[in-house]
């Protein structure tokens, strides 16, 4: 069973005096593991980078939920963390899948 899927790059921007390395990846979604998903190497990409930007797909699990829809597991942003993002962008598809408490439920975990 695959656990997750990156789809990647790392942008540097140089200007005379500084050099940033901004890592980018889209869709990250974790539906199944309570531990680290994301192997060595490609968080070894993400800790390099100045800022490391993915697209947290879909909506935070928490008791009580009800419904079909994209999902990750709780212990998903303390692995994100670990690794060394900075920013989780929520602009996606399956953000509302549960509705206005799944959103803010998801925003309140992310901004802790």
Do not use: W
Request: with cysteine; charged share 20%.
């Amino acid at each position: 069973m695959q656990l997750a899927t990156f789809v990647f790059c790392t942008i540097i921007v140089k200007d005379s005096c500084n050099m940033t390395k901004i890592f980018f990846c889209g869709d990250i979604i974790n539906r199944f593991s309570d531990h680290g998903f994301i192997g060595q190497k490609l968080e070894s990409f993400i800790k390099d980078a100045d800022y490391a930007i993915g697209n947290f797909e879909g909506t935070l699990f928490y008791e009580g939920m009800e419904g079909v829809g994209m999902v990750q597991r709780p212990s998903t942003l303390a692995v994100l963390r670990n690794a060394g993002f900075d920013l989780l962008l929520l602009a996606n598809n399956h953000i509302g899948d549960y509705g206005k408490d799944g959103f803010t439920h998801t925003l309140r975990e992310i901004d802790k």
